[in-house]
């Protein structure tokens, strides 16, 4: 029997499953029990890409795939981190607390898994006070948030680390808390993201999309329309954020453009002659364009909230128009944030060819995940109809494994500790 404390939702059955075999690779790993267990859920943004690192507001909901964690304490001064997943090295770290002093981001082909984790443990080991850490921590995790895809699985495993080393040095900290740190934590990578992945990897809900605000961090449910599935789809293009500065980039080009204007005290039409001398000396930096994808991502944030939210709208209408947002939303992320991949752009082409109301690219994007909206009656043609135009079409992708390629997505809950009992 499994007590879950901190969430709501009791395990189901495939999550019980899951729970079991990752007890039982800790006790042929340890030869003892996991204490407790820890997890974080992947997530996938609606809408509100590449805002959150302005301070904007962004509206994601958490998903059934999820980073899991098996963890108790240990007598000698060490990190043992197994992954039952043989594609992820198992690693060991001498002297636990030596881990908050750690470099993390010196890496240059993209950092090794176990990285994230001690992005975790560093965040935790900053904010407990020395009394109540152990000497050392045994931990092993498993995931099925399909990687490097923009569903948020680097945010759920420094998530999940986080919160078990919290939990198990029995500190206590708000959700709010928990999310602020983490997202400073996954900085130590060397990406410098905004918090919207920790946000709703801690605030998330079942049965509703979130409309998260920073500064301060807090987050409001936003009722999707009763009809609407949601449905997303891989382009089959991996995109690992801290293996390139593609993203760090934008943010640099966000930054530049939000202080011209303050220092300047300077318009968007001015910041036009700016960013364009900027370009032509640099080659590199696109001021105006990243600049005004932000404001209109940051409107159209606004205007999917307020539709979600017109009760009285008809539903056929009220899906119209959250679709063309999302497609706005993705020609701008193409064009302007030119953070699209050609793959992504057919996908996208083809879920509307395929009867979406919209779609667009979800997360950091140059690969990764296309999200659509369709309704309940539509989904299974919709899908069948997708994978036709899409997959079966082209050779490389016609043997695809379709379980963690396109399925329907549904908000779910946010992170929780799962006793064993
Ligand atoms: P995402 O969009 O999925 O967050 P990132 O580029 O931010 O992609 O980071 C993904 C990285 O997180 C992977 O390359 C891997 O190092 C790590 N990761 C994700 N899932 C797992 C897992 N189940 N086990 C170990 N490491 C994982
Ligand atoms: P992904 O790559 O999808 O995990 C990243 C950032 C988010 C946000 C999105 C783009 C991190 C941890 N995540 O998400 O904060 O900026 O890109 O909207 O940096
Ligand atoms: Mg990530």
Not at 173 to 187: I, P
Not at 249 to 269: G, K, M, N, W
Not at 284 to 308: G, N, P, S, T, Y
Not at 350 to 358: D, M, P
């Amino acid at each position: 029997m499994l007590k879950v404390q901190y969430d709501t939702h009791k395990p189901d059955k495939k999550l019980n499953n899951r729970l079991n075999i990752l007890a039982s690779h800790f006790r042929s790993n340890f030869r003892q029990t996991p204490s407790f267990f820890v997890r974080v859920p992947g997530r996938v943004n609606l809408i509100g890409e590449h805002i959150d690192y302005c301070g904007y507001s962004v509206c994601p909901m958490a998903i059934e795939h999820d980073i899991l964690v098996a963890i108790s304490k240990s007598d000698e001064d060490e990190l043992q981190l197994i992954n039952i997943d043989d594609k992820y090295p198992n690693y060991e770290h001498k002297g636990l607390r030596k881990i908050k002093n750690l470099r993390l981001d010196e890496n240059h082909t993209g950092p090794s898994w176990h990285k994230y984790f001690l992005c975790g443990v560093k965040g935790a080991l900053e904010v407990i006070p020395e009394e109540h850490i152990p000497k050392g921590l045994l931990t092993v995790v498993w995931g099925n948030i399909p990687p490097n895809a923009g569903l948020s699985s680097s945010s759920a495993l420094v998530s999940a680390a986080l919160l078990a080393t919290v939990h198990i040095c029995q500190y206590k900290m708000s959700k709010e808390d928990m999310a602020t740190v983490s997202a400073k934590a996954e900085t130590y990578i060397g990406t410098q993201g905004g918090g919207m992945d920790q946000a709703i990897a801690f605030l998330g809900k079942a049965g509703s999309a979130k409309l998260i605000k920073f500064n301060p961090l807090c987050a409001f449910d936003v009722a999707l329309p009763k009809n609407a599935v949601f449905v997303i789809a891989h382009s089959l293009v991996d995109h690992n954020k801290a293996s390139n500065s593609y993203f760090n980039t934008r943010v640099l080009e966000c930054r530049f453009a939000a202080q011209i204007c303050q220092i300047l005290e300077t318009s968007l039409d001015e910041l036009k002659v700016i960013s364009n001398v900027l370009h032509y000396r640099t080659q590199k930096f696109k001021l105006k364009q990243r600049a005004l994808h932000v404001f209109q991502e940051a409107a159209r944030v606004a205007m999917f909230q307020e539709i979600c939210e017109l009760e009285d709208m008809d539903e056929s209408t009220q899906l119209c128009q959250l679709g063309n947002l999302m497609t706005k939303s993705h020609q701008s992320l193409k064009n302007l944030y030119e953070c699209s991949h050609p793959r992504i752009d057919t996908l996208v082409t083809k879920a509307i060819e395929s009867g979406a109301f919209g779609a667009r690219l979800t997360g950091a994007g140059w690969g990764g995940f296309v999200i659509a909206i369709t309704t309940a009656e539509k989904v299974n043609d919709f899908m069948e109809s997708l994978k036709s135009a899409f997959y079966y079409n082209n050779e490389e992708l016609r043997n695809t494994d379709f379980s963690n390629t396109i399925f329907k997505t549904e908000p779910k809950e946010g992170a929780g500790i799962i006793m064993s009992s």
